[in-house]
């Protein structure tokens, strides 16, 4: 039995300079690449907070009761998967009003065609390949540059 908590908030960055990211909830199945990935970001102070989800179920949970300017999502995990999720934050946005925040994608496979289903949802603005590397934390902070303001809970 895994006793490891799912939904995990890291430390509020204390560092003088101003995360650029905000809160980013960081979904993702693999705890050795969320760690990877939460590492990149704390060490760049590229973020305000992360909080963790394993699926897109628990996530969805979190958007509800919380705002968060950033979601890293995986593809691929078990009881609800990236393109599930996106579609529930569809609907959910239907039924509610809610704006979902930049939603970047995260995958282990460079085969872009693999995703080729999700990238074409609006509410994608982009793609990248696991790990988080420095390169990729200079373009999701471009991303940030073009749309600041985080979301609302519903």
Known sequence: MNNRRTTREMEPNRSKSKPQLGRVLLIDDDSTSNFLSAFAL?????????????????????????????????????NMNGYEFLEALKQMGESTGFTPPVIVLLTTSENYLDCDRVTQNPMVK???????????????????????????PV
């Open 126 to 152: 982009g793609l990248l390949t696991k790990p988080l590397t420095n390169d990729h934390i200079v373009y999701l902070t471009s991303l940030a540059q073009s749309d600041s303001k985080p979301t609302q």
């Open 42 to 78: 704390r060490r760049t102070n590229a973020t305000a907070q992360i909080v963790e989800a394993e699926d897109g179920r628990e996530a969805l949970e979190l958007v509800a009761k919380e705002s968060f300017n950033f979601i890293l999502l995986d593809v691929n995990m078990p």
